[in-house]
């Protein structure tokens, strides 16, 4: 009863119309985790506090960035890193919607929506903290003795997830479908 009312809703069957928009709502869930954490983080650790998870191994860690991944551009002038960062976001966010909403494309796999939904939430994220905060809140930290991995954020996690899935999905054999000699006649 459902599928019926959605398929004449939608024009589609639930599984077509589910596919649609699968992308853009792990985006959501990927932009409301990330908003929860940053705003948690900003409101019980000071600036470079930490907090041990793993010792040796993991903490959290708040901090700061103004400029792009691994800190890049952090020296530049603000108004010329706040323009290109803010550009780069956005262009990157046009192509993946414009990606999602094409009917036609080549993105229309299960992996291909899943990570481009991942890439999606991400770059919500830390384009939203860049435009009213100049900065994007980082906490996870991993590091072993004196050597230590940038510390990122959930957005950030969800981008590198989404680029590994589609890295998958480019690199993986696909089947191509051939049409049986019923349909061919």
Same mark, same amino acid.
Request: charged share 15%.
């Given at each position: ?29 990927? $932009?409301?985790?990330? &908003? ?6 900003? #409101? ?14 993991? &903490? ?16 530049? #002038? ?20 414009? #990606?999602?909403? *094409?009917?036609? +494309?080549?993105?229309?796999?299960? #992996? @291909?929506?899943? +990570? ?5 939430? +991400? ?28 510390? $990122? *954020? @959930? ?12 890295? $998958? ?17």
């Amino acid at each position: 009863m459902k599928d019926a009312a959605l398929d004449r809703l939608t024009g589609k069957s639930a599984p077509a119309a589910w596919m649609r928009w699968m992308p853009f709502v792990i985006a959501a869930a990927i $932009f409301i985790l990330d &908003r929860v954490t940053k705003i948690y983080i900003r #409101a019980n650790l000071h600036e470079f506090d930490s907090i041990s998870v793993i010792p040796g191994w993991f &903490r959290i860690v708040h901090t700061e960035n103004s400029g792009a991944a691994f800190g890049m551009l952090a020296d530049g #002038a603000p108004l010329v890193r706040g323009i290109v960062l803010i550009g780069i976001s956005i262009v990157v966010l046009c192509f993946v919607i414009s #990606a999602l909403l *094409n009917r036609n +494309g080549s993105y229309s796999g299960v #992996a @291909m929506r899943v +990570g481009l939904g991942f890439i999606l939430g +991400g770059a919500i994220g830390n384009l939203y903290d860049r435009v009213l905060l100049g900065t994007v809140t980082d906490f996870i930290e991993v590091y072993n003795g004196t050597w230590s991995f940038p510390a $990122f *954020n @959930m957005a950030d996690s969800a981008i590198t997830v989404g680029a590994a899935i589609l890295i $998958f999905d480019l690199l993986r054999p696909h089947r191509k479908s051939v049409p049986s000699p019923v349909e061919s006649k």
